[in-house]
């Protein structure tokens, strides 16, 4: 099953095409890793399936439907968005942080009790963190926090914007065995955005590659490994990027 299809999208700013001509499907219960050098579209792309950017050319369906710009907060609610810096609330509690795409949803305290537990499991947060505010937690602590907080309404679809990019390599690896846990145990569609192609590998079933707005590339990991044989995945990258220049 498909749980994102992106046919023909098309997105300018100003006249200036940003994203051009993309159809790519992305499937249910499985991560996709959305790489390409910085400015090729990563994030607009992902933007676009929340809404965040309404493509001008093209179709975005998700989850079974194409997106209705009307109503964009009850789908927003059906997917989870993280970013780079976690964007938690400085004033808020970590608690509150986790919490309030619930509490927005008016769920009942017990419901709301028992995700918070699950999700503190998952990703390995202590529960006498959910005190403090996030400027006293670490990176990597504030990362688990964004990435609760984006799971909370158990969502379907997961979009990621580099949300590793600015942990220090230990803590990096870490928050990756994480979410390779996270997604055994709670499986769901992942779109992770990444220019690291050795985490993108690592992470993601499916790879699909942007070069200035245009797809160069989708395939399974398994193919890529296939295709390059004993290659380090950067040079894998600079391959499908240089092949196709
Ligand atoms: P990436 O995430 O791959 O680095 P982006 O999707 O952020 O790339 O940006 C792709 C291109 O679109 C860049 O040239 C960027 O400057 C431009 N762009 C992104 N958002 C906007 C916007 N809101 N208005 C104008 N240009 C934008
Ligand atoms: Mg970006």
Same mark, same amino acid.
Request: with cysteine; proline share 6%.
């Given at each position: *099953? ?28 499985? @991560? ?19 809404? !965040? ?6 179709? @975005? ?13 009850? $789908? ?35 419901? !709301?009790?028992?995700? @918070? ?7 390995? $947060? ?24 984006? *799971? ?20 990096? !690896? ?18 992770? @955005? ?6 993108? *590998?690592? $992470? ?11 797809? !160069? ?29």
């Amino acid at each position: *099953m498909t749980a994102v299809a992106l046919d023909q999208l098309g997105m300018e700013f100003a006249g200036t095409p940003v994203l051009t001509d993309i159809t790519v499907s992305f499937p249910e219960e499985s @991560v996709t890793a959305v790489i390409g050098r910085s400015g090729s579209g990563k994030s607009t792309l992902l933007r676009s399936i929340n809404g !965040l950017v309404r493509p001008t050319q093209g179709r @975005v369906e998700v989850l079974g439907q194409a997106i209705d710009y009307e109503r964009l907060p009850a $789908l927003r609610r059906r997917i989870g968005y993280a970013v780079q810096g976690t964007g938690l609330f400085p004033h808020l509690s970590v608690r509150s942080n986790i919490t309030l795409p619930a509490r927005l949803a008016n769920w009942e305290a017990p419901r !709301l009790e028992a995700r @918070v537990e699950r999700l503190l499991d998952l990703v390995h $947060l202590d529960r006498e963190l959910l005190d403090r505010y996030p400027f006293e937690l670490s990176g990597g602590q504030q990362q688990r926090a964004g990435l609760a907080r984006a *799971m909370i309404l158990e969502p379907a679809l997961l979009l990621l914007d580099e949300p590793f990019a600015a942990l220090d390599p230990l803590t990096r !690896l870490d928050v990756h065995e994480q979410l390779l846990e996270l997604q055994r145990e709670e499986p769901r569609c992942i779109l992770l @955005v990444t220019h690291d192609m050795r985490e993108a *590998m690592k $992470l993601a079933d499916q790879v699909v590659v942007l070069e200035q707005g245009r797809l !160069l590339e989708t395939a399974s990991v398994e193919e890529l490994k296939a295709r390059h044989p004993n290659e380090e995945p950067e040079r894998i990258l600079l391959k499908l990027l240089g092949e196709q220049a």
